[in-house]
């Protein structure tokens, strides 16, 4: 007889939630953590960073504690958590006196396994006076890059979490982030005192999400034609910079059969929370937002982000475009950018009181962010390469690897260009330099008299939209600055290089505008339902009707009663009874208790309606 021991953190994984196999690290960090150790948890959004405290806590004597910035999140984090059976609570200012002494009593009596708290919370007396009362199995600091006085998503609290470090010596803590870079790192580690802790790092790539940068034209027109072409009835995220914008748009969709719906931090606080709410939990859903919606939207089949106007920094850019294709499915970033962005975030940054130190990191950061946009070679290595990790060859999955655009020779055309800008005095905007290089005869070229300079007609060898390309990236390169208050080009420090003949310059053409925006994507990762068979495809949108409705009686998002790729496997193996249910990925004890039924039922149901079909 062979007996195979099966550790406890797999029996909890395959028993309670589900699963069959530990993703990567996963298992290291629990192992670790279950034996005492502290840890530092760098891993992709999507990447499963919440077992890794999760399992932990439910092992290991005692409550784990959750420090969460994200209060919205909370309830829905416990209510995932006590879908598949685990002792969850939380404590947030949303609770009122009554509710927070029951939490606090189950607590005491280590009836507990998991306790989210928001880190304000957790600091004042009254609840280090309880936690000392407690028997504690772990400190999970989620979002730990929060602590981060560089990031965007600094929160003056975290600085106060060492607190935990010496109130608690004994117990482990665990940090964890989806941001990437050095100096944010480094910085976690000094003020989270983390400098013992076992640091897991899986990399920062999200293959599933496909990369797309297009050169801005009529921003809302294409992104219509990306929203009907590859997601007709998905669920998504459009970002637009200002709160009017976001109002536009979002009716602007609507008016086009849509149901887009906007959020900013402006709106009144209902009807912000009843959006986001019914972004949880309705389906094909697109949220128009500013940069204020996003922390702690942790749902996992939106299955595109897009951007009408550029991100600040490549971080925000790829923390914004990671919130798409959580459950690790097909998902696309789509981004529109043209001069105009590269103008506002100049000036944005000139504008900027930061000290000269703070703006020169800016301003690289900035660089890199154009330098991102305007690359001929793979988004994605470019992307990781700006958070220090080495990829290999390029991804095939953004447009630049799918559609290389051409680059050129642009030295004489930047030439031209700047000859233009100085033959005028620095004193005109783009259209008008670009009327002057390709020789239209507009009015105001007649009112100045510039059809009798010689740049006049210069540069017929490109299209007016050719030359708009140029000029977008000799300003984003910094060859040519834009008048804050004017918007007439300039030149600058470097501009001589190029006039002089000491620089050579290299200049993307950007790929035409496809008619059928899908054509572009040829090669790309197609959605797994594109695998189905019509009958099994037809058992899925069937079980996701039954999901829905069981969604609907609890009051709680779809996904939170099975993810997609549970139905899937649904649809394609047909489980006719409890053992075949609980092989299912996704269906653990508590589930298959809850849930099994039902759908057993439907799929057996479905598989007789479909041979009665066949035999008529
Ligand atoms: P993160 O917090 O890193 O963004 P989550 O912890 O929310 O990611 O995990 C993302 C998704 O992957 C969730 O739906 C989770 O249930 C699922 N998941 C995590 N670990 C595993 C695993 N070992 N096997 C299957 N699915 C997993
Ligand atoms: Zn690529």
């Not at 053992?579 to 039902?598: C, H, M, P, T, W």
Request: charged residues 25%; glycine residues 6%; hydrophobic residues 35%.
């Amino acid at each position: 007889m062979s007996i195979t021991c099966i550790s406890p953190a797999m029996k909890i994984l395959n028993e309670t939630f589900g699963y069959r196999n530990f993703r990567s690290h996963q298992r290291e960090v629990i192992d670790h953590v279950v034996n005492g150790g502290d840890a530092f948890v760098l891993m992709p959004t999507g990447g499963g960073k919440s077992l890794c405290y999760q399992i932990p806590s439910i092992i290991r004597d005692g409550v784990g504690i959750v420090v969460s910035p994200l209060i919205a999140l909370m309830q829905d984090q416990v209510r995932a958590m006590q879908q598949v059976g685990v002792k969850a609570a939380f404590l947030n200012s949303t609770l009122n006196l009554e509710e927070v002494y029951d939490v606090e009593h189950q607590m005491q009596d280590g009836e507990l396994d998991l306790v989210y708290i928001a880190p304000e919370r957790l600091l004042n007396e009254r609840t280090l006076w309880l936690l000392n009362r407690c028997k504690i199995a772990l400190f999970a600091i989620d979002e730990a890059h929060c602590v981060s006085q560089w990031g965007h998503d600094f929160r003056e609290e975290y600085l106060k979490l060492s607190v935990l470090h010496e109130q608690f010596p004994d117990i482990p803590r665990i940090a964890l982030t989806a941001t990437a870079d050095g100096p944010t790192r480094r910085e976690i580690i000094e003020k989270l005192n983390l400098e013992n802790a076992g640091i897991f790092s899986t990399g920062f790539d999200r293959p599933n999400i496909s990369y797309r940068i297009v050169p801005k034209k009529n921003p809302k027109e294409q992104l219509l034609r990306f929203l009907e072409t590859e997601h007709p009835s998905d669920s998504g995220i459009v970002y637009c910079m200002s709160r009017k914008k976001t109002e536009e748009t979002a009716l602007w969709l609507a008016q086009r059969g849509r149901t887009a719906l906007p959020y900013h931090a402006g709106m009144d606080a209902t009807d912000r929370q009843k959006n986001q709410d019914r972004f949880l939990r309705e389906e094909n859903i697109i949220i128009v937002a500013t940069i204020a919606f996003g922390m702690g939207i942790d749902k996992p089949d939106v299955r595109f982000v897009a951007h009408l106007d550029l991100p600040k920094s490549i971080e925000a850019y790829y923390q914004e475009t990671g919130r798409a294709g959580r459950d690790g499915e097909p998902a696309d970033a789509f981004m529109t950018y043209g001069l105009a962005d590269v103008i506002l975030l100049r000036q944005l940054q000139e504008k900027s009181e930061a000290d000269e130190k703070h703006k020169k990191v800016e301003r690289r950061k900035l660089d890199a962010l154009l330098g991102l946009c305007e690359t001929t070679s793979c988004r994605r290595k470019a992307m990781l390469s700006y958070f220090g990790e080495e990829y290999p060859d390029s991804c095939g999955n953004c447009d630049t690897c799918l559609v290389p655009p051409e680059d050129m020779d642009g030295t004489l055309a930047a030439r031209k260009a700047l000859f233009a800008v100085y033959m005028t005095n620095q004193k005109f905007g783009t259209g008008h330099l670009i009327s002057i290089l390709t020789g239209k005869m507009t009015d105001r070229i007649l009112q100045f008299g510039h059809n009798k300079i010689k740049a006049f007609g210069g540069g017929t060898e490109f299209k007016p939209d050719e030359w708009g390309s140029i000029f977008r990236q000799l300003v984003a390169m910094g060859y040519l600055s834009v008048d804050m208050e004017h918007g007439s080009i300039k030149l600058t420090t470097t501009s001589k290089d190029i006039i002089k003949g000491d620089a050579q310059v290299r200049l993307r053409k950007d790929p035409i505008p496809d008619k059928k925006a899908g054509s572009s994507r040829k090669g790309r990762r197609e959605s797994e339902e594109a695998y189905l068979s019509p009958s099994e495809k037809n058992l899925f949108n069937h079980l996701k009707q039954v999901r829905l409705a069981l969604a609907k009686e609890a009051e709680l998002p779809a996904f939170m009663v099975f993810s997609d790729s549970s139905l899937r496997e649904m649809a394609v193996t047909r489980p006719k009874n409890e053992v075949e249910f609980s092989a299912i990925s996704g269906v653990g004890k508590n589930k298959l208790q809850r849930y099994g039924d039902d759908f057993i039922s439907a799929i057996l149901k479905f598989i007789a309606d479909e041979k009665s079909c066949l035999k008529e």
